[in-house]
């Protein structure tokens, strides 16, 4: 867990959960962040921020690896 960011950092029980539900879970779960839904495959920023955490999801639209903070 990050230091420097403030809560949960990490969420790998959501790993082939609904990227929806669990977009919703680590927003309730640490208020601090917003979680986006990215398809997998698609190109991201590589800057870290404490205030988002990506929700990769595959073309079934489950998470496929552990969402964190970055």
């Known amino acids: 867990m990050s230091t ?3 809560g949960k950092s990490s969420w790998p ?3 082939l ?3 929806e539900s669990a ?3 680590i927003e309730s ?3 601090n962040v917003d979680a986006v839904l990215v ?3 698609s190109f991201v920023t590589t800057d870290f921020r404490c205030d988002r955490v990506r929700v990769w999801v595959n073309t ?3 998470v ?5 903070i970055g």
């Open 4 to 6: 420097r960011c403030k």
């Open 29 to 31: 779960e640490n208020p």
């Open 17 to 19: 959960s609904s990227g």
């Open 39 to 41: 398809p997998e495959g």
């Open 13 to 15: 029980e959501l790993v």
């Open 64 to 68: 496929y690896q552990t969402p964190r």
């Open 60 to 62: 079934a639209g489950k």
């Open 23 to 25: 977009a919703a879970t």
